[in-house]
Protein backbone atom coordinates (compact mmCIF):
# COMPACT_ATOMS: atom_id res chain seq x y z
CA UNK A 1 0.00 0.00 0.00
CA UNK A 2 1.53 3.29 -0.92
CA UNK A 3 1.38 5.73 1.87
CA UNK A 4 -0.32 8.91 1.75
CA UNK A 5 2.00 11.84 1.22
CA UNK A 6 2.83 13.94 4.79
CA UNK A 7 0.95 17.46 4.90
CA UNK A 8 2.44 20.62 4.45
CA UNK A 9 2.00 23.88 6.75
CA UNK A 10 0.80 26.91 6.16
CA UNK A 11 -0.48 29.72 7.75
CA UNK A 12 -3.87 30.29 9.03
CA UNK A 13 -4.71 33.75 10.95
CA UNK A 14 -0.91 34.26 11.51
CA UNK A 15 -0.50 30.27 13.37
CA UNK A 16 0.65 27.79 11.15
CA UNK A 17 -1.61 24.77 10.41
CA UNK A 18 -2.18 21.88 8.55
CA UNK A 19 -5.50 21.54 6.69
CA UNK A 20 -6.29 18.56 9.15
CA UNK A 21 -7.60 20.98 11.92
CA UNK A 22 -9.11 24.21 9.68
CA UNK A 23 -11.26 22.15 7.14
CA UNK A 24 -14.18 22.67 9.24
CA UNK A 25 -13.10 26.38 10.70
CA UNK A 26 -16.27 28.01 10.13
CA UNK A 27 -18.06 25.19 11.94
CA UNK A 28 -15.65 25.25 14.67
CA UNK A 29 -15.98 28.86 15.17
CA UNK A 30 -19.32 28.83 15.11
CA UNK A 31 -19.62 26.35 18.14
CA UNK A 32 -22.49 26.59 20.48
CA UNK A 33 -20.45 25.97 23.94
CA UNK A 34 -22.75 25.03 26.87
CA UNK A 35 -22.18 26.45 29.91
CA UNK A 36 -21.14 23.40 31.56
CA UNK A 37 -18.65 22.20 28.51
CA UNK A 38 -15.12 21.79 29.80
CA UNK A 39 -12.19 22.27 27.66
CA UNK A 40 -8.76 21.21 27.93
CA UNK A 41 -6.16 22.97 26.02
CA UNK A 42 -2.75 22.19 25.52
CA UNK A 43 -0.04 23.11 23.14
CA UNK A 44 0.26 19.72 21.24
CA UNK A 45 2.42 17.24 23.27
CA UNK A 46 2.04 18.28 26.83
CA UNK A 47 0.26 16.12 28.80
CA UNK A 48 -3.28 16.37 26.57
CA UNK A 49 -3.98 12.58 26.74
CA UNK A 50 -3.27 12.47 30.40
CA UNK A 51 -5.21 15.47 31.57
CA UNK A 52 -8.18 14.12 29.21
CA UNK A 53 -7.92 10.66 31.20
CA UNK A 54 -7.97 11.87 34.51
CA UNK A 55 -11.04 14.16 33.79
CA UNK A 56 -13.10 11.72 32.43
CA UNK A 57 -12.47 9.25 35.41
CA UNK A 58 -13.04 12.08 38.17
CA UNK A 59 -16.63 12.98 36.20
CA UNK A 60 -17.27 9.93 34.95
CA UNK A 61 -15.73 6.87 37.57
CA UNK A 62 -13.79 4.13 36.79
CA UNK A 63 -16.62 1.85 35.69
CA UNK A 64 -15.31 -0.90 34.29
CA UNK A 65 -18.48 -0.92 31.25
CA UNK A 66 -17.22 2.78 30.10
CA UNK A 67 -13.60 2.26 30.93
CA UNK A 68 -13.16 -0.82 28.71
CA UNK A 69 -15.58 -0.13 25.69
CA UNK A 70 -14.70 3.33 24.83
CA UNK A 71 -11.34 5.36 23.64
CA UNK A 72 -10.05 8.26 25.46
CA UNK A 73 -10.43 10.07 22.06
CA UNK A 74 -14.06 9.26 21.94
CA UNK A 75 -14.83 10.22 25.28
CA UNK A 76 -12.59 13.54 25.14
CA UNK A 77 -12.98 14.47 21.32
CA UNK A 78 -10.56 17.37 19.72
CA UNK A 79 -13.22 20.20 19.05
CA UNK A 80 -12.30 20.59 15.32
CA UNK A 81 -13.48 17.03 14.71
CA UNK A 82 -16.71 17.33 17.04
CA UNK A 83 -19.48 15.92 15.91
CA UNK A 84 -21.68 15.18 18.67
CA UNK A 85 -20.75 13.98 22.20
CA UNK A 86 -24.01 12.28 24.49
CA UNK A 87 -22.27 12.97 27.79
CA UNK A 88 -22.89 16.07 30.16
CA UNK A 89 -20.54 17.67 30.82
CA UNK A 90 -19.11 17.23 27.75
CA UNK A 91 -15.37 17.20 28.15
CA UNK A 92 -13.57 18.98 25.04
CA UNK A 93 -10.00 19.23 23.96
CA UNK A 94 -8.29 21.43 21.54
CA UNK A 95 -4.52 23.06 20.91
CA UNK A 96 -5.88 25.82 19.78
CA UNK A 97 -4.06 29.38 20.57
CA UNK A 98 -5.99 31.31 22.83
CA UNK A 99 -7.50 33.86 20.38
CA UNK A 100 -8.47 31.01 17.69
CA UNK A 101 -10.50 29.76 20.41
CA UNK A 102 -14.43 29.91 19.45
CA UNK A 103 -15.85 32.94 21.50
CA UNK A 104 -19.11 30.77 22.93
CA UNK A 105 -16.48 29.16 25.13
CA UNK A 106 -16.12 32.50 27.17
CA UNK A 107 -19.54 33.57 26.22
CA UNK A 108 -20.80 31.02 28.57
CA UNK A 109 -17.83 31.07 30.77
CA UNK A 110 -16.93 27.52 30.21
CA UNK A 111 -14.25 26.32 32.38
CA UNK A 112 -11.31 25.48 31.06
CA UNK A 113 -8.02 23.75 31.90
CA UNK A 114 -4.66 24.85 30.46
CA UNK A 115 -2.22 22.23 30.70
CA UNK A 116 2.00 23.72 30.24
CA UNK A 117 4.82 21.79 29.74
CA UNK A 118 8.27 22.62 29.79
CA UNK A 119 9.30 23.45 26.11
CA UNK A 120 12.80 21.33 25.52
CA UNK A 121 11.26 18.20 26.65
CA UNK A 122 7.86 19.45 24.32
CA UNK A 123 10.06 19.83 21.34
CA UNK A 124 11.64 16.59 22.07
CA UNK A 125 8.24 14.63 22.32
CA UNK A 126 6.83 16.67 19.38
CA UNK A 127 9.51 15.33 17.00
CA UNK A 128 8.82 11.48 18.15
CA UNK A 129 5.28 12.09 17.55
CA UNK A 130 5.95 13.79 14.25
CA UNK A 131 8.11 10.84 13.32
CA UNK A 132 5.35 8.34 13.84
CA UNK A 133 2.62 10.52 12.86
CA UNK A 134 1.84 10.47 9.11
CA UNK A 135 -1.18 13.17 9.52
CA UNK A 136 1.76 15.42 10.49
CA UNK A 137 4.38 17.19 8.26
CA UNK A 138 7.67 15.39 7.96
CA UNK A 139 9.83 16.06 10.80
CA UNK A 140 13.09 15.98 9.51
CA UNK A 141 16.12 15.19 11.71
CA UNK A 142 16.51 16.63 15.03
CA UNK A 143 18.41 19.67 14.22
CA UNK A 144 16.03 20.81 11.73
CA UNK A 145 13.01 19.82 13.89
CA UNK A 146 14.77 21.91 16.35
CA UNK A 147 15.10 24.86 14.42
CA UNK A 148 11.21 24.99 13.31
CA UNK A 149 10.52 24.89 16.95
CA UNK A 150 11.98 27.71 17.91
CA UNK A 151 10.45 29.58 14.16
CA UNK A 152 7.08 28.76 15.59
CA UNK A 153 6.76 26.16 12.52
CA UNK A 154 4.71 23.77 13.74
CA UNK A 155 1.44 22.56 14.04
CA UNK A 156 -0.32 24.90 16.04
CA UNK A 157 2.13 27.81 15.74
CA UNK A 158 4.61 28.79 18.37
CA UNK A 159 5.05 26.93 21.58
CA UNK A 160 6.21 30.63 23.09
CA UNK A 161 3.06 32.63 21.90
CA UNK A 162 0.54 29.75 22.70
CA UNK A 163 2.02 29.12 26.55
CA UNK A 164 2.17 32.73 27.05
CA UNK A 165 -1.16 33.78 25.12
CA UNK A 166 -3.12 31.63 27.60
CA UNK A 167 -1.22 32.14 30.76
CA UNK A 168 -2.09 36.26 30.20
CA UNK A 169 -5.60 34.98 29.23
CA UNK A 170 -5.66 33.69 33.26
CA UNK A 171 -4.95 36.70 34.63
CA UNK A 172 -8.43 37.82 33.66
CA UNK A 173 -10.59 35.23 33.40
CA UNK A 174 -10.93 33.24 36.16
CA UNK A 175 -12.25 30.28 35.21
CA UNK A 176 -8.78 28.94 33.21
CA UNK A 177 -7.26 26.45 35.45
CA UNK A 178 -3.35 26.54 34.47
CA UNK A 179 -1.71 23.41 35.29
CA UNK A 180 2.05 22.04 34.44
CA UNK A 181 3.00 18.67 33.46
CA UNK A 182 6.03 18.71 35.68
CA UNK A 183 3.69 19.62 38.78
CA UNK A 184 1.75 16.51 37.24
CA UNK A 185 4.86 14.35 37.39
CA UNK A 186 6.51 15.64 40.69
CA UNK A 187 3.07 14.94 42.29
CA UNK A 188 0.05 13.44 40.76
CA UNK A 189 -2.27 13.32 43.67
CA UNK A 190 -1.92 16.70 44.58
CA UNK A 191 -2.78 17.82 40.84
CA UNK A 192 -5.28 15.49 40.88
CA UNK A 193 -6.64 17.73 44.17
CA UNK A 194 -6.42 20.62 42.24
CA UNK A 195 -8.56 19.48 39.26
CA UNK A 196 -11.02 18.30 41.22
CA UNK A 197 -11.41 21.43 43.18
CA UNK A 198 -11.32 23.90 40.39
CA UNK A 199 -14.10 21.48 38.69
CA UNK A 200 -16.30 21.75 42.12
CA UNK A 201 -16.01 17.88 42.30
CA UNK A 202 -15.21 15.71 45.80
CA UNK A 203 -14.18 12.52 44.76
CA UNK A 204 -13.33 10.12 47.70
CA UNK A 205 -10.44 8.69 49.26
CA UNK A 206 -10.62 5.10 47.34
CA UNK A 207 -11.85 7.16 44.13
CA UNK A 208 -8.73 9.20 43.82
CA UNK A 209 -6.37 6.37 44.61
CA UNK A 210 -8.20 4.14 41.84
CA UNK A 211 -7.45 7.06 39.10
CA UNK A 212 -4.17 7.74 40.38
CA UNK A 213 -3.49 4.14 39.68
CA UNK A 214 -5.12 4.06 36.32
CA UNK A 215 -3.82 7.10 35.14
CA UNK A 216 0.15 6.10 36.06
CA UNK A 217 2.27 5.90 33.01
CA UNK A 218 2.76 2.10 33.28
CA UNK A 219 -1.16 1.79 33.43
CA UNK A 220 -2.29 4.30 30.38
CA UNK A 221 1.06 2.45 28.52
CA UNK A 222 -0.28 -0.66 28.81
CA UNK A 223 -4.11 0.63 28.42
CA UNK A 224 -5.13 0.17 24.76
CA UNK A 225 -8.22 3.10 25.24
CA UNK A 226 -5.21 5.41 26.04
CA UNK A 227 -2.21 3.98 24.29
CA UNK A 228 -2.90 4.68 20.61
CA UNK A 229 -2.80 1.07 19.48
CA UNK A 230 -5.38 0.90 18.12
CA UNK A 231 -4.95 4.32 15.76
CA UNK A 232 -3.96 3.84 11.96
CA UNK A 233 -2.55 6.71 12.04
CA UNK A 234 0.30 6.22 14.33
CA UNK A 235 3.38 3.65 13.96
CA UNK A 236 4.23 2.70 16.90
CA UNK A 237 7.07 0.43 15.87
CA UNK A 238 8.78 4.19 14.78
CA UNK A 239 7.90 5.02 18.17
CA UNK A 240 5.73 4.31 21.06
CA UNK A 241 2.88 7.16 21.63
CA UNK A 242 3.45 6.64 25.29
CA UNK A 243 6.95 7.33 25.17
CA UNK A 244 8.93 7.74 28.25
CA UNK A 245 6.31 10.37 30.03
CA UNK A 246 9.26 12.05 31.85
CA UNK A 247 10.24 15.51 32.60
CA UNK A 248 14.15 15.65 31.36
CA UNK A 249 14.51 13.75 28.21
CA UNK A 250 15.63 16.84 26.56
CA UNK A 251 19.10 16.63 27.96
CA UNK A 252 19.11 13.01 25.39
CA UNK A 253 18.50 14.63 22.73
CA UNK A 254 20.07 18.73 22.92
CA UNK A 255 23.71 18.80 22.00
CA UNK A 256 25.81 21.52 24.12
CA UNK A 257 25.48 24.10 21.40
CA UNK A 258 21.46 23.43 20.84
CA UNK A 259 21.39 24.22 24.40
CA UNK A 260 23.05 27.80 24.36
CA UNK A 261 21.20 28.55 21.12
CA UNK A 262 17.55 27.73 22.89
CA UNK A 263 18.57 29.51 26.20
CA UNK A 264 19.64 32.70 25.00
CA UNK A 265 16.76 32.53 22.20
CA UNK A 266 14.08 31.66 25.14
CA UNK A 267 14.76 35.10 27.33
CA UNK A 268 13.96 37.35 24.08
CA UNK A 269 10.87 35.31 22.87
CA UNK A 270 9.55 35.22 26.57
CA UNK A 271 10.86 38.58 28.32
CA UNK A 272 7.17 40.17 28.38
CA UNK A 273 5.84 36.91 30.43
CA UNK A 274 5.74 35.71 33.79
CA UNK A 275 5.28 31.49 33.20
CA UNK A 276 7.95 29.79 34.14
CA UNK A 277 8.44 26.05 33.21
CA UNK A 278 10.92 23.42 35.18
CA UNK A 279 13.24 21.35 32.92
CA UNK A 280 14.42 19.11 35.93
CA UNK A 281 12.40 18.24 38.95
P1 LIG B 1 6.88 11.90 26.02
O1 LIG B 1 6.88 11.85 24.52
O2 LIG B 1 7.93 12.82 26.55
O3 LIG B 1 6.96 10.54 26.63
P2 LIG B 1 -0.02 14.51 24.57
O4 LIG B 1 -1.00 13.64 25.25
O5 LIG B 1 -0.34 15.97 24.69
O6 LIG B 1 0.20 14.05 23.17
O7 LIG B 1 1.36 14.38 25.36
C1 LIG B 1 2.16 13.26 25.20
C2 LIG B 1 3.24 13.25 26.26
O8 LIG B 1 2.65 13.04 27.55
C3 LIG B 1 4.21 12.09 26.01
O9 LIG B 1 5.49 12.53 26.48
C4 LIG B 1 3.60 11.01 26.89
O10 LIG B 1 4.47 9.97 27.21
C5 LIG B 1 3.23 11.86 28.12
N1 LIG B 1 2.26 11.18 28.99
C6 LIG B 1 1.08 10.64 28.67
N2 LIG B 1 0.51 10.04 29.72
C7 LIG B 1 1.37 10.22 30.76
C8 LIG B 1 1.34 9.80 32.14
N3 LIG B 1 0.35 9.10 32.64
N4 LIG B 1 2.41 10.17 32.90
C9 LIG B 1 3.43 10.88 32.41
N5 LIG B 1 3.51 11.28 31.10
C10 LIG B 1 2.47 10.94 30.29
Known amino acids: MEACPR ?4 DFCGVSMTSYFTKNWEKVQAFQARP ?4 IVTYPKSGTTWVCYILDLLYFGCSQERDASLYLHERVPFLELLEKLPTSPRLIKTHLPVQLLPKSFWEQKCRV ?14 FHFDRMNSLQPEPGDWNSF ?20 WWEKKQSYSNLLYLFYEDLVEDTGRELGRLASFLG ?4 AEDRQQIREKVHFDSMKNNPMTNGSTDHI ?7 FMRKGKVGDWKNHFTVAQNEVFEEHYLLKMKNSTVAFRTAL
Open 113 to 126: VYVGRNPKDNAVSY
Open 201 to 204: LAPS
Open 234 to 240: LDLSVSP
Open 36 to 39: DDIV
Open 146 to 165: FHRFLDGNMVFGSWYDHVSG
Open 7 to 10: PELF
